[in-house]
């Protein structure tokens, strides 16, 4: 799914579901578009979210060592994949050439303090 940001966007279909993206966006949007900016940016949100997973085994990194998560591989997939297509999917971006990969967040539920190795390597995979 593509479009703008607004409550009731994403999530499954014809459900009025939001994440921390909305607040997000448009606290990042304020922050980057203050009035006295003659030029406008324009920002690009992919989110990306499975339910019931781990940082420790589903989004594990490689930079952690041992074997990567099928889901970060995923992820990096989506992710690569969404920015080949730019131009088809948001056609009134302006900037098409010149984008820049400037953020990344993580929210994260509680899979991963459900086992205590796991808990106890959090940190380090995430700053992996």
């Not at 980057?32 to 997973?53: C, F, M, P, T």
Request: glycine share 12%.
């Amino acid at each position: 799914q593509h479009g703008n940001l607004k409550p009731g966007y994403g999530g499954d279909p014809n459900q009025n579901h939001m994440g921390p993206e909305l607040g997000f966006g448009w606290t990042v949007a304020d922050a980057l578009n203050s009035e006295d900016r003659e030029v406008k940016q324009q920002i690009l949100l992919i989110k990306i979210a499975w339910g019931g997973k781990s940082l420790a085994v589903d989004y594990r990194p490689p930079s952690s060592g041992g074997q990567v998560g099928p889901y970060y591989r995923t992820m990096i997939d989506t992710i690569m994949q969404t920015l080949t297509e730019l131009e088809e999917l948001f056609p009134e971006y302006t900037s098409i050439d010149e984008f820049e990969l400037a953020g990344f967040v993580w929210h994260q539920g509680w899979n991963d303090g459900c086992n205590q190795t796991m808990a106890a390597e959090y940190e380090y995979n995430l700053a992996n």
